[in-house]
């Protein structure tokens, strides 16, 4: 039996139980007391699991494993406040583990409820632990948001203005974390939370000046942040810190948040107002102290008895006079990595123009240049090139530090292996030769145009692409860009292609398209054989590599050669298919297609029905007719190759004499032929000839003969006749069987492009009476006359033989056996006929006449004329358009949009 326990009270009721006492070794046991109704079990249950999770991270585990999380969540909102207490301790133990931590991140009432608590509770124990769970959870992004979305900011902005540190360190840590996402930072302006965080900085815990350093440094990155932070006197905060000796170890964090206020001008010039500018510029100046030597002359100092007081206050009043002038303390040591942070800073600052005038000011780039002296680390010298690279923009200051020798000083590095240093340098380099040609020739003749080739090789993005920079920025010099060109650049440019960096192809073509420009560069550029590889540029899905792909195809087309040869390998294709699509079309694509169409008109006026009165109709254009934007313009021996079909015929320019080209057979085969076309025709006139001969003959002999005798000569005769006639018909029918056999074994040779004698005609004529007429007015008018005489003359409005005419053209491709006719066959065209043939014999004789193409079969001419022209014939800069009428009134001038022009235009009705 059980030992009896002592009633000291008296009498236990009966409705009670007797008070029990338990003791478990089992954490399960324990996690299951926490559903208890007894505050007491659960506060007991609570601290014992307390001390189980914070002795290490496998029991932070196990009760993550047995559900302890939604218990313990659920006991965060109970009314008894011992009970709040140990949950957010043990959640906050627990939260410093990872997989407690992305349990808890699942829950969504976990963050507004851990907010509602630091609003409501006013139990430090509570806090500390709330705030540390927080801290815990913003390490990870998501939770950084949602921390941000429920209003974490503002309660947290309350707790680092009470008085526990631990409270202070966890809210500050959870306010740095959350900084990293950006709409935290405007939470954090809209709390109030810059002047508390200042606050911070005088906290006597290095920890929390940590996070509160960071805190500013995040949060100075928006410029609105800023503004406020100018309002607090940030510059003179920032200036405490730097001129106190004591404060030397926060040297580092201070000038961290310099580069980022150095990007507003306010803070720069209230920075140099209070002199923090020249106390910042002396950190990089002043000499470097080993900490051994400073510790080893502090030993040898051995001050005297006699004398020795007045010497150190001495010193101490020379001390604060130095101090005072804003004179570095002999006793601080500046270390490389405050050095560091100063060029940053520097750096950061001379992107804006107005601030590179007060580091100028300062001469700023000296001492900067005095930091690539010696061997100084390769970190300090890489932050000092950038800030010099970056002031470089400035162009007084580029040429101080060329006038000081800082050519030379960047020289040194040619042969590192340092990437970082490396990087810097193409950067300095990138903007050194900007607009500069004499710096250019100065790195010509230093050898460094021998480093930037080898820096395009580089693995690093920001190198390569500095360093193409630099030389499309030499390239800009013809005689620089001529030595570049000889050392063969353009292949190297033409294997950068090959990147998988958009950026570094995009500044590789524009630098592609600096070089172009002369003519080497495009021998060479056409040897290397990259128009393919140029052509799928336009396959990437980098706006910015489209535009420049299109640059460079505009710069190449120049030549007549290479656009030819773009052409072959699909450019134009590849254009039209960017210029269809709305979101990769762009201005260098048209400029680019424009371009090309200028190269091959045949494709422009199919395509975009009009030929500008600057482009001239040469040999072997020919007109299709409208395509579809989707669609393909083939090759005018492809079309001539083609069956007959029942569509318009394609119209050939090519005013050279007619070669007759017929179908060849082999010369057994044309042998065979022959002799039975020889055969039958000898054949068919022996029988013609001896029938003639008889009646001739029966005639003259039997014309006393009885009518009886006759009448048996006129039977024989016939059945001559019914005799030759099928021998002839037979005859014929073996000589169709032969010739079908022989054409059934024709091979038809390639289809050669036919002449045009009698355009060739036209265009002598019109050079030698109409070229010679006086001004241009009597020019238009005479030739529209003789290509209205050459195309049937004039036809009335609404005239119904128009259609008609189309069966011309139907008979001249079965003639002709092709598609293709030569548009001086045409005896009877109308509109788009004559105003082709009107555009071929204007640009013939140097008249400017463009041509348009209209629905249903419609084009016409449109010149450019000024009513002088018009009444004097004189000339004007004022011009008019007008249409140029072929078809009614040969040479009358219809105004463009005229009612009179738009009949025109139109099909009339």
Same mark, same amino acid.
């Given at each position: 039996?059980?030992?009896?326990?002592?009633?000291?009270?008296?009498?236990?009721?009966?409705?009670?139980?007797?008070?029990?006492?338990?003791?478990?070794?089992?954490?399960?046991?324990?996690?299951?007391?926490?559903?208890?109704?007894?505050?007491?079990?659960?506060?007991?249950?609570?601290?014992?699991?307390?001390?189980?999770?914070?002795?290490?991270?496998?029991?932070?585990?196990?009760?993550?494993?047995?559900?302890?999380?939604?218990?313990?969540?659920?006991?965060?909102?109970?009314?008894?406040?011992?009970?709040?207490?140990?949950?957010?301790?043990?959640?906050?133990?627990?939260?410093?583990?990872?997989?407690?931590?992305?349990?808890?991140?699942?829950?969504?009432?976990?963050?507004?409820?851990?907010?509602?608590?630091?609003?409501?509770?006013?139990?430090?124990?509570?806090?500390?632990?709330? %705030?540390?769970?927080?801290?815990?959870?913003?390490?990870?992004?998501?939770?950084?948001?949602?921390?941000?979305?429920?209003?974490?900011?503002?309660?947290?902005?309350?707790?680092?203005?009470?008085?526990?540190?631990?409270?202070?360190?966890?809210?500050?840590?959870?306010?740095?974390?959350?900084?990293?996402?950006?709409?935290?930072?405007?939470?954090?302006?809209?709390?109030?939370?810059?002047?508390?965080?200042?606050?911070?900085?005088?906290?006597?815990?290095?920890?929390?000046?940590?996070?509160?350093?960071?805190?500013?440094?995040?949060?100075?990155?928006?410029?609105?942040?800023?503004?406020?932070?100018?309002?607090?006197?940030?510059?003179?905060?920032?200036?405490?810190?730097?001129?106190?000796?004591?404060?030397?170890?926060?040297?580092?964090?201070?000038?961290?948040?310099?580069?980022?206020?150095?990007?507003?001008?306010?803070?720069?010039?209230?920075?140099?107002?209070?002199?923090?500018?020249?106390?910042?510029?002396?950190?990089?100046?002043?000499?470097?102290?080993?900490?051994?030597?400073?510790?080893?002359?502090?030993?040898?100092?051995?001050?005297?008895?006699?004398?020795?007081?007045?010497?150190?206050?001495?010193?101490?009043?020379?001390?604060?006079?130095?101090?005072?002038?804003?004179?570095?303390?002999?006793?601080?040591?500046?270390?490389?990595?405050?050095?560091?942070?100063?060029?940053?800073?520097?750096?950061?600052?001379?992107?804006?123009?107005?601030?590179?005038?007060?580091?100028?000011?300062?001469?700023?780039?000296?001492?900067?240049?005095?930091?690539?002296?010696?061997?100084?680390?390769?970190?300090?010298?890489?932050?000092?090139?950038?800030?010099?690279?970056?002031?470089?923009?400035?162009?007084?200051?580029?040429?101080?530090?060329?006038?000081?020798?800082?050519?030379?000083?960047?020289?040194?590095?040619?042969?590192?292996?340092?990437?970082?240093?490396?990087?810097?340098?193409?950067?300095?380099?990138?903007?050194? %030769?900007?607009?500069?040609?004499?710096?250019?020739?100065?790195?010509?003749?230093?050898?460094?145009?021998?480093?930037?080739?080898?820096?395009?090789?580089?693995?690093?993005?920001?190198?390569?692409?500095?360093?193409?920079?630099?030389?499309?920025?030499?390239?800009?010099?013809?005689?620089?860009?001529?030595?570049?060109?000889?050392?063969?650049?353009?292949?190297?440019?033409?294997?950068?292609?090959?990147?998988?960096?958009?950026?570094?192809?995009?500044?590789?073509?524009?630098?592609?398209?600096?070089?172009?420009?002369?003519?080497?560069?495009?021998?060479?550029?056409?040897?290397?054989?990259?128009?393919?590889?140029?052509?799928?540029?336009?396959?990437?899905?980098?706006?910015?590599?489209?535009?420049?792909?299109?640059?460079?195809?505009?710069?190449?087309?120049?030549?007549? %050669?290479?656009?030819?040869?773009?052409?072959?390998?699909?450019?134009?294709?590849?254009?039209?298919?960017?210029?269809?699509?709305?979101?990769?079309?762009?201005?260098?694509?048209?400029?680019?297609?424009?371009?090309?169409?200028?190269?091959?008109?045949?494709?422009?006026?199919?395509?975009?029905?009009?030929?500008?009165?600057?482009?001239?109709?040469?040999?072997?254009?020919?007109?299709?007719?409208?395509?579809?934007?989707?669609?393909?313009?083939?090759?005018?021996?492809?079309?001539?190759?083609?069956?007959?079909?029942?569509?318009?015929?394609?119209?050939?320019?090519?005013?050279?004499?007619?070669?007759?080209?017929?179908?060849?057979?082999? =010369?057994?085969? =044309?042998?065979?032929?022959?002799?039975?076309?020889?055969?039958?025709?000898?054949?068919?006139?022996?029988?013609?000839?001896?029938?003639?001969? @008889?009646?001739?003959?029966?005639?003259?002999?039997?014309?006393?003969?009885?009518? @009886?005798?006759?009448?048996?000569?006129?039977?024989?005769?016939?059945?001559?006749?019914?005799?030759?006639?099928?021998?002839?018909?037979?005859?014929?029918?073996?000589?169709?069987?032969?010739?079908?056999?022989?054409?059934?074994?024709?091979?038809?040779?390639?289809?050669?492009?036919?002449?045009?004698?009698?355009?060739?005609?036209?265009?002598?004529?019109?050079?030698?009476?109409?070229?010679?007429?006086?001004?241009?007015?009597?020019?238009?008018?005479?030739?529209?006359?003789?290509?209205?005489?050459?195309?049937?003359?004039?036809?009335?409005?609404?005239?119904?033989?128009?259609?008609?005419?189309?069966?011309?053209?139907?008979?001249?491709?079965?003639?002709?056996?092709?598609?293709?006719?030569?548009?001086?066959?045409?005896?009877?065209?109308?509109?788009?006929?004559?105003?082709?043939?009107?555009?071929?014999?204007?640009?013939?004789?140097?008249?400017?006449?463009?041509?348009?193409?209209?629905?249903?079969?419609?084009?016409?001419?449109?010149?450019?004329?000024?009513?002088?022209?018009?009444?004097?014939?004189?000339?004007?800069?004022?011009?008019?358009?007008?249409?140029?009428?072929?078809?009614?009134?040969?040479?009358?001038?219809?105004?463009?949009?005229?009612?009179?022009?738009?009949?025109?235009?139109?099909?009339? %009705?």
């Amino acid at each position: 039996m059980g030992r009896k326990l002592k009633n000291l009270d008296g009498v236990i009721p009966c409705d009670l139980f007797e008070k029990l006492l338990l003791e478990s070794h089992q954490v399960a046991t324990v996690v299951l007391m926490l559903d208890s109704p007894e505050d007491d079990v659960v506060i007991r249950a609570g601290c014992a699991l307390f001390q189980f999770s914070e002795k290490c991270d496998e029991n932070k585990v196990t009760l993550l494993e047995l559900n302890a999380i939604d218990k313990l969540v659920r006991l965060l909102q109970n009314d008894e406040r011992k009970i709040r207490r140990f949950a957010a301790m043990i959640i906050g133990s627990m939260s410093q583990h990872a997989d407690v931590r992305k349990a808890l991140r699942k829950r969504e009432e976990t963050i507004p409820l851990l907010i509602r608590l630091l609003f409501w509770e006013d139990d430090s124990v509570v806090q500390e632990y709330v %705030t540390l769970c927080m801290s815990s959870l913003a390490v990870d992004y998501s939770c950084k948001h949602h921390l941000c979305y429920y209003g974490a900011m503002e309660p947290l902005i309350q707790c680092i203005q009470l008085t526990d540190p631990d409270i202070q360190k966890n809210s500050i840590q959870t306010i740095a974390l959350m900084l990293q996402d950006y709409p935290s930072r405007k939470c954090l302006r809209e709390a109030n939370g810059f002047e508390p965080i200042l606050n911070l900085l005088k906290s006597e815990y290095p920890v929390i000046q940590y996070y509160a350093w960071i805190s500013l440094q995040l949060a100075a990155e928006d410029g609105e942040n800023r503004c406020i932070l100018r309002d607090l006197k940030i510059a003179r905060i920032l200036m405490d810190y730097l001129i106190r000796p004591e404060t030397s170890d926060l040297h580092v964090f201070a000038i961290m948040v310099l580069v980022n206020c150095f990007e507003s001008q306010g803070i720069m010039k209230d920075f140099r107002d209070y002199g923090g500018l020249q106390r910042l510029l002396q950190f990089i100046t002043e000499v470097q102290i080993n900490p051994e030597e400073e510790k080893k002359g502090k030993r040898e100092k051995s001050p005297s008895k006699t004398g020795a007081g007045k010497k150190s206050r001495a010193a101490a009043d020379e001390g604060e006079r130095q101090k005072s002038k804003g004179a570095v303390d002999p006793g601080i040591t500046v270390m490389p990595d405050i050095k560091e942070q100063v060029a940053k800073a520097i750096m950061l600052a001379a992107r804006n123009p107005d601030n590179l005038k007060m580091l100028h000011e300062q001469d700023t780039e000296s001492k900067l240049m005095h930091l690539l002296v010696g061997d100084r680390g390769p970190a300090l010298q890489a932050a000092a090139i950038l800030a010099l690279g970056t002031m470089s923009d400035y162009s007084v200051i580029r040429e101080n530090i060329v006038k000081h020798d800082g050519l030379d000083l960047l020289a040194k590095f040619v042969k590192t292996d340092n990437a970082e240093l490396i990087e810097a340098l193409s950067l300095a380099y990138a903007n050194f %030769t900007k607009d500069n040609h004499t710096i250019c020739g100065e790195m010509l003749n230093r050898g460094i145009v021998d480093q930037l080739l080898s820096m395009i090789t580089n693995p690093r993005e920001t190198t390569v692409v500095c360093s193409v920079m630099a030389l499309n920025n030499i390239a800009n010099d013809e005689s620089s860009r001529s030595e570049l060109i000889g050392r063969g650049i353009i292949s190297n440019l033409v294997e950068l292609l090959h990147s998988k960096s958009c950026l570094v192809q995009t500044k590789t073509l524009m630098s592609l398209a600096s070089f172009l420009v002369d003519s080497e560069a495009e021998k060479q550029m056409m040897e290397s054989g990259c128009i393919e590889l140029l052509l799928s540029m336009f396959d990437s899905g980098d706006e910015s590599v489209i535009e420049a792909a299109s640059w460079v195809v505009f710069v190449m087309a120049a030549n007549e %050669t290479i656009a030819a040869d773009i052409c072959s390998k699909g450019g134009l294709a590849v254009l039209r298919r960017i210029q269809c699509s709305t979101s990769r079309r762009n201005p260098f694509s048209e400029l680019a297609l424009r371009k090309l169409f200028d190269f091959q008109l045949s494709a422009k006026y199919a395509f975009t029905g009009i030929i500008d009165s600057d482009n001239l109709i040469v040999d072997l254009f020919y007109d299709t007719g409208r395509l579809k934007e989707d669609g393909q313009l083939k090759t005018v021996e492809e079309y001539g190759s083609e069956p007959i079909n029942d569509k318009r015929p394609i119209l050939l320019v090519n005013p050279r004499p007619q070669i007759v080209v017929v179908e060849t057979h082999s =010369v057994h085969e =044309v042998s065979v032929v022959h002799e039975v076309v020889e055969k039958v025709s000898k054949t068919a006139l022996g029988v013609g000839s001896v029938s003639k001969l @008889r009646k001739k003959s029966q005639k003259d002999k039997d014309k006393d003969k009885d009518e @009886r005798e006759k009448e048996k000569e006129k039977q024989k005769e016939g059945e001559m006749q019914i005799q030759q006639q099928q021998k002839q018909q037979q005859q014929q029918q073996q000589l169709q069987m032969s010739k079908s056999d022989a054409k059934a074994n024709v091979v038809k040779e390639p289809y050669v492009v036919p002449g045009d004698n009698r355009l060739l005609q036209y265009i002598t004529e019109v050079q030698e009476h109409i070229a010679v007429l006086p001004n241009s007015m009597e020019q238009i008018c005479a030739l529209a006359r003789f290509v209205s005489d050459k195309m049937g003359g004039v036809f009335d409005y609404g005239c119904p033989t128009i259609c008609d005419l189309y069966d011309a053209e139907n008979c001249l491709k079965t003639e002709l056996d092709s598609n293709v006719i030569p548009i001086g066959m045409i005896k009877t065209g109308v509109y788009y006929h004559r105003a082709l043939l009107f555009k071929i014999l204007s640009d013939r004789i140097g008249l400017p006449c463009s041509l348009v193409r209209g629905d249903y079969n419609r084009a016409w001419n449109i010149v450019m004329l000024s009513e002088e022209t018009l009444q004097l014939g004189l000339l004007s800069e004022q011009l008019q358009p007008y249409i140029v009428d072929l078809m009614h009134q040969p040479g009358n001038l219809l105004p463009l949009g005229s009612c009179e022009a738009v009949s025109y235009q139109r099909l009339i %009705t």
